[in-house]
């Protein structure tokens, strides 16, 4: 139960009549609010709820926190815990419940990733983005997120296990679909994500692929308005922000999102720099070294270094030994996303707009997306699922249909 | 004999051996009990038991002792005379479980009767209780010898008394496995049957849609005009489910309606429609505004100076995307009744999703109509 510490209760008076039930918690659950969502007015038919002492706000943060039902833990971060749950009303809906950390720096507040979560996500609606479905606080005013359930991992878990998942060109480019249309959406409704990797994008039960983790999403600046360099995890992080540029825009996320195309079809990391300085030395050497020719102005940037000697930007030629396996259209694609200057890096939407959609081979289904295996696939899914049709179907023929110790030895 | 190993003697064994102690179980670094030669020794050192009495030996042993016919088994106290046809590997490890099974492997042999034979459910319940009683005294009697017999004596007397039933069983028994294994057959056919089909419709969508695809560029190629057609029906394949535009062209729709006639089957109802047309990177979303134009530039002293500005521009900054958010902001949520929606759910998400909201972040649900596309533009207290 949240109670704000400034609400003075008039305990003595009411303790005869909150008696009976000892905690609003262990009422029966009759007074789940409608399906509406809309918050029931205060309840005068029960005289024996406790609510004479909440607010208004308390009493729908706890009608909010009644409806769902809290499972076993998930995973533990930093600075949340996710559990799962569902709903109380009906358990097939199922969700994970982030419950954040009380911080120590932000003991008298909110911690600013959680407020920037619950900002922007409850602002966007989209089948590529996570949904945020309800927000509460439970006693000790821990926040609590209800964010939608995406069972099947991450983009990282497909990538890193190499023995595990087979993909190909297909795939990639169904995942990188799905992946641009998110960052397109943020970007179309001006939220810069600010922290996209591989482990940020959750694959939901039905295989699509939902940006998560808006702890360090902002709306863009306004002009004058400095915005911190300190974001997106190193490997991802474009130039601009390691020079120390303070005013950047979309094109940021679209570099990390060119990197994680990087990293689909090479499955490790594209530049995997051990510290900021040797990051610049990475991108120097993999893509080019940012000169005032190929960005005009990046030597005026606060933290603009780069070290050694000065690597020309590599032609399709380079790129197309590595990156070779999506073709000649995507290695298009992701050059462009990888263009040193932000000015002159592709947006969202020219990503979607790019040719490479429409190029041979389709993208695969969400269906057929390689994912995590929860026990044996349908017959009809795997038949169809075939790459080669002709293939003949010998998975079973080994193994007994029944247990048949006649056919051992006679 | 002159030589017997010095294992303990069994009590229980003879007959059909009355009971293997799991302790017989060979393991991979096992030494011959009969000739104690040792695995290091030889390492093709190969185990054969004789189902008489289940005691294992090496290969070399049953050779030696058996190549002249048959001889008593070697083990202290076991008087069993053994033969060697009768060796062979055991196929568990553990010889008590090969034994139950052998001994399984008989009785089922024996007792073949199948549900139908039975007049009811309880009937067959009764007597698979009875072959399984039977078959326990037959594998766990060991110290028990009179049980033992008895259950051997009644398996042999019905073997002798039913042979016709169990001989026609038999039959009836291959003859089901048989019709099972072709519709097996029959079903992988059906399966690549169907493959071979989805394959040939797959390459005729690709032709048909090289054969539009050229077409529209004819038809660009002819005029003008045309380009607004292409666009049009592009968009419309790629929509999952599109309401027939009112104002369509009819050569337009046409095609629509051909790419969608694929459908196949009725279980694949929710795939099918999918899997027509080319892919839409833009899953169905636009968001180009319908209400203003945006410009590529608003003259405004304030703004002009942040456009020239390096330290804005250098890093990707561009004064576009503000105005783009103003303008955006400034029009976002006009036209928009939440009333109207909440009542009719006219649009299918966000109804719902207004409600959800409402629930969770309104302090008010009377209060003034907040329209929930209007982005709170609070300043931002994170730099």
């Known amino acids: 139960m949240s109670a704000s510490p400034l609400v003075a209760y008039p305990t003595d008076t009411l303790k005869v009549n909150s008696r009976p039930t000892a905690s609003p918690l262990k009422r029966p659950i009759s007074a789940a609010p409608s399906s509406d969502g809309t918050p029931r007015p205060p309840v005068q038919a029960q005289p024996t709820r406790p609510h004479a002492t909440m607010d208004l706000a308390e009493q729908m943060n706890d009608d909010e926190k009644r409806k769902w039902v809290k499972g076993k833990k998930l995973g533990e971060g930093t600075y949340a815990n996710v559990f799962a749950a569902h709903l109380r009303t009906d358990p097939s809906q199922k969700a994970a419940i982030k419950k954040i950390k009380v ?43 209800v964010l939608e359930y995406l069972p099947l991992g991450d983009l990282e878990d497909l990538i890193r296990n190499v023995n595990t998942y087979r993909y190909g060109a297909a795939d990639i480019k169904a995942w990188m679909g799905m992946l641009c249309r998110g960052v397109w959406f943020c970007h179309e409704n001006f939220v810069l994500h600010r922290d996209i990797k591989p482990n940020n ?142 000015r002159k890096r592709i947006t969202a939407r020219e990503m979607l707009e790019h040719k490479w959609w429409r190029s041979e081979p389709k993208p695969t289904r969400n269906e057929d997306l390689p994912r995590k295996t929860k026990g044996g696939l349908e017959k009809m899914a795997a038949d169809l699922k075939r790459v080669n049709p002709m293939e003949e179907d010998n998975r079973g023929a080994k193994v007994a249909r029944k247990l048949d110790f006649g056919a051992m030895k006679k | 004999m002159s030589r017997k190993p010095a294992v303990a003697p069994r009590a229980s064994i003879g007959g059909g051996g009355g009971g293997v102690p799991g302790a017989l179980a060979i393991s991979s670094d096992d030494m011959c009990p ?218 337009a729709e046409v095609t629509g309606a051909a790419g969608r006639l694929s459908i196949r089957g009725l279980k694949e109802k929710k795939r099918a429609p999918e899997s027509t047309g080319p892919y839409d990177p833009f899953a169905g979303y636009d968001f180009h505004p319908d209400r203003y134009k945006l410009r590529d530039a608003f003259a405004s002293d304030w703004l002009d100076g942040f456009a020239r500005d390096p330290k804005h521009s250098t890093g990707g900054y561009d004064v576009r995307e503000y105005y783009a958010r103003a303008m955006f902001d400034a029009f976002s949520g006009m036209g928009v009744f939440i009333g109207d929606e909440k009542e009719t759910g006219s649009l299918d998400m966000s109804a719902r999703e207004v409600a959800d909201f409402g629930a969770g972040m309104a302090a008010e649900q009377s209060g003034p109509v907040v329209a929930p596309s209007i982005r709170m533009e609070v300043d931002d207290v994170f730099a």
């Open chain 1, 103 to 145: 911080q120590k720096e932000y003991r008298d507040g909110m911690a600013p990733d959680a407020l920037r979560e619950i900002k922007h996500l409850q602002e966007l609606n989209h089948p590529n983005v996570v949904r945020l479905i309800s927000v509460f606080s439970s006693k000790d005013q821990n926040l609590n997120l």
């Open chain 1, 201 to 342: 994008i959750l694959i939901a039960a039905n295989g699509e692929a939902k940006l998560a983790d808006f702890g360090l999403a902002r709306s863009f600046s306004d002009p004058a308005i400095p915005m911190t360099t300190n974001v997106i995890t190193r490997w991802y992080r474009p130039p601009e922000l390691l020079f120390g540029a303070r005013h950047y825009s979309g094109a940021v996320d679209v570099w990390s999102v060119g990197l994680v195309f990087a990293e689909l079809i090479i499955r490790s990391p594209f530049l995997p720099g051990d510290s900021e300085i040797n990051q610049i030395d990475c991108i120097c050497r993999a893509i080019g070294t940012p000169t005032e020719e190929n960005w005009p102005g990046v030597t005026k940037l606060p933290g603009y270094a780069v070290a050694g000697e000065t690597v020309p930007v590599y032609g399709k030629d380079a790129y197309m030994g590595r990156f070779g396996a999506v073709g000649a259209d995507g290695v298009d694609l992701l050059m462009k996303t990888l263009v040193l200057d932000p």
């Open chain 2, 34 to 251: 009969v000739c104690k030669t040792i695995r290091y020794l030889n390492k093709d050192m190969e185990f054969l038991i004789n189902p008489e009495c289940y005691h294992p030996m090496c290969s070399n042993c049953v050779n030696r002792l058996f190549n002249d016919g048959p001889n008593q088994c070697p083990y202290a106290g076991c008087h069993q005379t053994l033969r060697r046809k009768g060796f062979r590997s055991a196929f568990f490890g553990d010889l008590t479980v090969e034994r139950e099974v052998d001994i399984r492997r008989r009785v089922a042999a024996v007792f073949n009767q199948v549900e139908d034979d039975f007049e009811t459910l309880g009937d067959y319940n009764d007597y698979l209780q009875q072959v399984e009683d039977l078959t326990f005294d037959l594998v766990f009697s060991g110290a028990d010898e009179g049980r033992r017999r008895k259950a051997e004596a009644n398996l042999q007397q019905w073997e002798a008394e039913h042979k016709a039933d169990i001989e026609r069983n038999k039959k009836a028994g291959r003859e089901a496995d048989e019709t099972a294994r072709r519709r097996l057959a029959a079903e992988r056919e059906a399966a690549r049957q169907r493959r071979l089909e989805a394959a040939r419709e797959a390459e005729e969508e690709r032709l048909e849609r090289v054969r539009s695809n050229e077409e529209a560029l004819d038809q660009l190629a002819k005029g003008d005009g045309a380009a607004k057609v292409q666009l049009k029906r592009r968009g419309q394949q790629g929509r999952p489910v599109a309401a027939p535009a009112p104002e369509a062209d009819g050569a």
